[in-house]
């Protein structure tokens, strides 16, 4: 018999039931008559901030299609969950994806989605948002792979990530970004799209759900349902170390001109030029600015770092 947690249709339950005693402000989104993101994401200010209603309604409509999309792989590829408070109004939300794949095939998880205020005596609800992603994948995969992207000027959460690298520095990297959006405004010419032998590709489909991955030694990248997170982020490509081999990536374009992906981001290393893409256009999203890399067996000390800030700021503001 295999474990719990390596059969998703038992580790969603199994989680569920965790959650509800460790995180009993926290409801799966998926257990909602009606989606929740979408209106929480413009009432906490995020889908302004990472400019994603541009295109409204298509993008509530996008939103809408990846939650669809996103019911079939629940556990196994997807997980997200939305703080409530007293009345059951949702308030915050976070998530995780297995979004990409290393260069041996294995997967790499992604912090996303977070959206909620900045009202210290929400702090609580905050720290909840980020610990029961430790905790799920402790249970489920300890030796995942990792990759989040946050905003390092908010101090607070700086600070959490500063101390949380000091504590695993042999397996945890943090650096500056420039989180650039680009948009197909041509095709690719489709003769010229065979992909390197050195990249490794892997296609994911489950119902609608469908995604292309791959990675190299310096890029992983992940094309397919990008508005599970409502900026559209997980389109994404990013390296795997701040100062990658080639500052002009030939992998890169390797993967655009195979995957041929109407919009994504690519998490550039602040010292690098930007990336001018043979029929794409470009702009700076001005919505995140660092880069965190980690394993599976280094979050247990994410969260010790994350619960001494959070006593910091409540013995500061008298909480």
Same mark, same amino acid.
């Given at each position: 018999?295999?474990?719990?947690?390596?059969?998703?249709?038992?580790?969603?339950?199994?989680?569920?039931?965790?959650?509800?005693?460790?995180?009993?402000?926290?409801?799966?989104?998926?257990?909602?008559? =009606?989606?929740?993101?979408?209106?929480?994401?413009?009432?906490?200010?995020?889908?302004?901030?990472?400019?994603?209603?541009? !295109?409204?309604?298509?993008?509530?409509?996008?939103?809408?299609?990846?939650?669809?999309?996103?019911?079939?792989?629940?556990?196994?590829?997807?997980?997200?969950?939305?703080?409530?408070?007293?009345?059951?109004?949702?308030?915050?939300?976070?998530?995780?994806?297995?979004?990409?794949?290393?260069?041996?095939?294995?997967?790499?998880?992604?912090?996303?989605?977070?959206?909620?205020?900045?009202?210290?005596?929400?702090?609580? *609800?905050?720290?909840?948002?980020?610990?029961? #992603?430790?905790?799920?994948?402790?249970? +489920?995969?300890?030796?995942?792979?990792?990759?989040?992207?946050?905003?390092?000027?908010?101090?607070?959460?700086?600070?959490?990530?500063?101390?949380?690298? !000091?504590?695993?520095?042999?397996?945890?990297?943090?650096?500056? *970004?420039?989180?650039?959006?680009?948009?197909?405004?041509?095709?690719?010419?489709?003769?010229?799209?065979?992909?390197?032998?050195? /990249? %490794?590709?892997?296609? *994911?489909?489950?119902? %609608?759900?469908?995604?292309?991955?791959?990675?190299?030694?310096? *890029?992983?990248?992940?094309?397919?349902?990008?508005?599970?997170?409502?900026?559209? @982020?997980?389109?994404?490509?990013?390296?795997?170390?701040?100062?990658?081999?080639?500052?002009?990536?030939?992998? @890169?374009?390797?993967?655009? #001109?195979?995957?041929?992906?109407? /919009?994504?981001?690519?998490? %550039?290393?602040? =010292?690098?030029?930007?990336?001018?893409? =043979?029929?794409?256009?470009? #702009?700076?999203?001005?919505?995140?600015?660092?880069?965190?890399?980690? %394993?599976?067996?280094?979050? +247990?000390?994410?969260?010790?770092?994350? =619960?001494?800030?959070?006593?910091?700021? !409540?013995?500061?503001?008298?909480?």
């Amino acid at each position: 018999m295999k474990p719990i947690t390596e059969e998703p249709e038992n580790f969603g339950p199994y989680f569920d039931l965790y959650a509800q005693h460790a995180y009993p402000m926290l409801k799966s989104r998926y257990s909602f008559a =009606e989606d929740p993101i979408p209106s929480l994401m413009n009432s906490t200010g995020q889908a302004k901030k990472h400019a994603s209603s541009e !295109k409204s309604p298509s993008w509530t409509a996008q939103i809408k299609a990846a939650y669809e999309a996103g019911k079939g792989v629940v556990n196994s590829h997807v997980a997200q969950y939305v703080a409530v408070d007293e009345v059951n109004r949702p308030i915050g939300t976070s998530a995780l994806a297995s979004a990409f794949i290393s260069k041996d095939g294995s997967p790499v998880w992604i912090f996303h989605g977070l959206g909620t205020g900045n009202n210290p005596d929400q702090l609580d *609800i905050t720290c909840s948002l980020y610990n029961w #992603r430790v905790d799920y994948l402790l249970a +489920k995969n300890e030796k995942a792979n990792i990759s989040m992207w946050f905003d390092g000027r908010g101090k607070w959460l700086e600070k959490v990530y500063i101390k949380f690298s !000091k504590l695993t520095s042999n397996e945890t990297k943090i650096w500056p *970004i420039k989180h650039n959006r680009y948009e197909r405004i041509a095709d690719h010419n489709t003769a010229s799209n065979s992909l390197q032998e050195s /990249i %490794t590709h892997k296609k *994911i489909k489950s119902g %609608t759900f469908e995604r292309e991955l791959f990675a190299s030694d310096q *890029i992983i990248a992940g094309f397919g349902v990008p508005y599970l997170n409502y900026s559209g @982020i997980l389109n994404n490509i990013s390296f795997v170390d701040p100062n990658p081999k080639d500052s002009k990536n030939d992998h @890169i374009a390797s993967v655009i #001109r195979h995957g041929n992906p109407e /919009i994504f981001f690519l998490e %550039t290393p602040v =010292e690098h030029d930007d990336y001018q893409i =043979e029929n794409y256009s470009m #702009r700076f999203v001005d919505a995140t600015n660092r880069q965190c890399n980690t %394993t599976g067996q280094a979050l +247990k000390f994410f969260t010790s770092s994350l =619960e001494h800030s959070k006593a910091l700021v !409540k013995k500061k503001y008298g909480l």
